[in-house]
Nanobody, 122 residues
């Protein structure tokens, strides 16, 4: 059974930083890991993805240059470093595991964490 557990969310002022972590356990057989977010009343949207093997990455335009996704293969952990946070980044952030590379659709990911709340105050 695969488990993805996020941590690191919280409340931060605009312009601040947070680092999210996603620890994966179980018989994980995926090619890529992704971060998505869902703001209140909105659909879940792609944020960033990374390929386990070569570290290739992909970002949503809204976070490019501010967020960085990385991974620690030895610890089966993926990180999302979020800098220059804005109030519009407020959302529940979800970690996801998928087998289709750096794709951006929620249907491309089979495994999901429970989410961690990020709130950015103005």
């Amino acid at each position: 059974q695969v488990q993805l557990v996020e941590s690191g969310g919280g409340l931060v002022q605009a312009g601040g930083s947070l680092r999210l972590s996603c620890a994966a356990s179980g018989r994980l057989s995926v090619i890529a890991m992704g971060w998505f977010r869902q703001a209140l009343g909105k659909e879940r949207e792609f944020v960033a993805a990374i390929r386990w093997t070569d570290g290739s990455t992909s970002y949503a335009d809204s976070v490019k240059g501010r967020f960085t996704i990385s991974r620690d293969n030895a610890k089966n952990t993926v990180f999302l470093q979020m800098n220059s946070l804005k109030p519009e980044d407020t959302a529940v952030y979800y970690c996801a595991g998928g087998g289709w590379g750096l794709r951006r659709g929620t249907d491309d990911y089979a495994y999901w964490g429970q989410g961690t709340q990020v709130t950015v105050s103005s």
